[in-house]
């Protein structure tokens, strides 16, 4: 497959996010934890050494949650952080927990919320939570309608209270997020999206108008990474690796997408931060979007 390297288009490197400028390439915590994202990690130094590693690359946005081990991410991120950096901005996660056997079960009262945000606040270390976003649990696998206003009322009351600064969703459809927005302003969007999962191609549109991020989980395909020989291709011609490529063309794709990979390895760190200086040109991007219609 011949490809042209000309007019390549270099992605912004930051977007305006909770207040400040971050850095787009951030990074997901949910590996940190043992299998399953339950119990332990196989190695808790280096599980250390990654998120030490991921500052000195310049990542200044983490993604975690409570209920990832649970517990387990939020104490290894403070361990190996704190006291954090003026700069580093931590968006965690509430709406669910795990069960003894690590099975995830909504907990969507308004008790349960608070009782999540404490949990963040006590293993993080902190007096105030950055960004928290409300995981939308009534269908655990995608973005399903259903009323939302007792669980904002109670975000935006703990907001008012200083608890917490800023709130997000996650697996939200577009009316939730409307209906969101009328009870506190949300600053990002955590929905599954990536080269080959386009359902939100119109929102994350919506939300770059209004300057709102697009944090897509599972941008590497997930627990099944993506698999296109058309992506391989690319890749081989650009001398990167098919995930790199797959995340640079998420760059590409609006400026307010911010990335958040994660990893428990130091090595495949360095190579995802690759993406940020990546260019991709005209033609290449286009590539890789057939790539992701083919598959709709």
Known sequence: MPLTTTHTAMPAQTFLFAGRAVNRMGYGAMQLAGPGVFGPPRDREEAVAVLREALERGVNHIDTSDFYGPHVTNRIIREALHPYPADLTIATKVGAVRDAAGAWLPALEPADIERAVHDNLRNLGLDTLDVVNLRIMGDVHKPSEGPIERQMEALADMRERGLVRHIGVSNATAKQIDDAEK???????????????????????????????????????????????????????????????????????????????????????????????????????AQLDAIGKAQE
């Open 183 to 285: 009870i506190a302003p949300i600053v990002c969007v955590q929905n599954h999206y990536n080269l080959v999962h386009r359902a939100d191609d119109t929102l994350i549109d919506s939300l770059a108008a209004r300057g709102i991020a697009y944090v897509p989980f599972f941008p590497l395909g997930g627990f099944t990474p993506i698999q296109s020989s058309a992506l391989s291709d690319i890749a081989r011609s650009l001398g990167a690796t098919p995930m790199v490529v797959a995340l640079s063309w998420l760059l590409h794709r609006a400026p307010n997408i911010l990335l958040i990979p994660g990893t428990s390895s130091v090595a495949h760190l360095r190579d995802n931060l690759t993406a940020g200086p990546l260019g991709l040109s005209a033609e290449v991007l």
